[in-house]
Protein backbone atom coordinates (compact mmCIF):
# COMPACT_ATOMS: atom_id res chain seq x y z
CA UNK A 1 0.00 0.00 0.00
CA UNK A 2 1.22 3.56 -0.54
CA UNK A 3 2.15 5.76 2.33
CA UNK A 4 0.59 8.97 2.71
CA UNK A 5 3.54 10.62 3.30
CA UNK A 6 4.06 9.60 -0.26
CA UNK A 7 0.97 10.94 -1.84
CA UNK A 8 1.18 14.11 0.37
CA UNK A 9 4.47 14.25 -1.66
CA UNK A 10 3.11 14.06 -5.05
CA UNK A 11 0.50 16.27 -4.71
CA UNK A 12 3.16 19.18 -3.73
CA UNK A 13 5.03 18.04 -6.54
CA UNK A 14 2.21 18.44 -8.85
CA UNK A 15 0.88 22.08 -7.10
CA UNK A 16 4.73 23.36 -7.54
CA UNK A 17 5.23 21.81 -11.12
CA UNK A 18 8.96 20.65 -10.07
CA UNK A 19 10.99 17.99 -8.09
CA UNK A 20 13.27 20.63 -7.05
CA UNK A 21 11.05 23.16 -5.64
CA UNK A 22 9.66 21.05 -3.72
CA UNK A 23 12.71 19.14 -2.47
CA UNK A 24 13.76 22.97 -1.91
CA UNK A 25 10.21 23.86 0.29
CA UNK A 26 10.84 20.89 2.48
CA UNK A 27 14.68 20.71 2.82
CA UNK A 28 14.79 17.24 0.95
CA UNK A 29 17.42 16.32 -2.01
CA UNK A 30 15.97 16.48 -5.86
CA UNK A 31 17.03 12.58 -5.50
CA UNK A 32 14.66 11.77 -2.59
CA UNK A 33 11.53 13.26 -3.48
CA UNK A 34 12.74 11.34 -7.40
CA UNK A 35 12.62 8.16 -5.51
CA UNK A 36 9.57 8.50 -3.48
CA UNK A 37 7.62 9.44 -6.51
CA UNK A 38 9.36 5.96 -8.33
CA UNK A 39 8.29 4.64 -4.93
CA UNK A 40 4.59 5.58 -5.00
CA UNK A 41 4.26 4.35 -8.83
CA UNK A 42 5.68 1.26 -8.02
CA UNK A 43 3.44 0.64 -5.19
CA UNK A 44 0.50 1.78 -7.21
CA UNK A 45 1.94 0.01 -10.03
CA UNK A 46 0.93 2.75 -12.41
CA UNK A 47 2.74 6.02 -13.97
CA UNK A 48 1.48 8.96 -12.47
CA UNK A 49 3.58 11.54 -14.35
CA UNK A 50 5.77 12.14 -17.63
CA UNK A 51 9.37 13.66 -17.21
CA UNK A 52 11.28 15.84 -19.41
CA UNK A 53 14.44 17.68 -18.18
CA UNK A 54 11.96 20.55 -18.12
CA UNK A 55 8.25 19.74 -17.11
CA UNK A 56 5.90 17.67 -15.42
CA UNK A 57 2.72 15.96 -16.91
CA UNK A 58 0.31 14.09 -14.99
CA UNK A 59 -0.88 10.65 -16.90
CA UNK A 60 -4.73 9.93 -16.72
CA UNK A 61 -3.80 7.81 -13.17
CA UNK A 62 -1.73 10.68 -11.82
CA UNK A 63 -4.39 13.58 -12.77
CA UNK A 64 -7.03 11.08 -11.01
CA UNK A 65 -4.60 10.13 -7.60
CA UNK A 66 -3.75 14.11 -7.44
CA UNK A 67 -7.77 15.33 -7.76
CA UNK A 68 -8.90 12.84 -4.97
CA UNK A 69 -5.24 13.32 -2.85
CA UNK A 70 -5.79 17.13 -3.19
CA UNK A 71 -9.40 16.80 -1.26
CA UNK A 72 -7.98 14.64 1.51
CA UNK A 73 -5.09 16.87 1.77
CA UNK A 74 -6.95 20.28 2.28
CA UNK A 75 -9.34 18.36 4.58
CA UNK A 76 -6.33 17.21 6.95
CA UNK A 77 -5.22 20.72 6.53
CA UNK A 78 -8.15 22.31 7.38
CA UNK A 79 -8.89 19.73 10.51
CA UNK A 80 -5.29 20.76 11.84
CA UNK A 81 -6.06 24.54 10.88
CA UNK A 82 -9.10 24.02 13.36
CA UNK A 83 -6.84 23.20 16.33
CA UNK A 84 -5.86 26.64 16.53
CA UNK A 85 -8.84 27.69 17.83
CA UNK A 86 -9.13 25.57 21.09
CA UNK A 87 -7.29 26.50 24.21
CA UNK A 88 -7.57 23.16 26.13
CA UNK A 89 -4.05 22.15 28.05
CA UNK A 90 -2.54 19.72 26.27
CA UNK A 91 -2.56 16.08 27.71
CA UNK A 92 -2.05 12.62 26.78
CA UNK A 93 -5.40 10.55 27.10
CA UNK A 94 -5.45 7.13 25.99
CA UNK A 95 -8.14 6.74 23.04
CA UNK A 96 -10.63 3.72 24.23
Not at 8 to 28: C, M, T, W, Y
Not at 44 to 65: C, E, F, H, I, P
Not at 66 to 95: G, V
Request: net charge positive; charged share 25%.
Amino acid sequence: MAKADDIILFVNVVDEGSFSKVAQKLNLTNSVVSKRIARLESDLNVQLLYRSTRKLNLTDAGRTLYNKARIANLAIQDAELSLIHISEPTRRTPIS
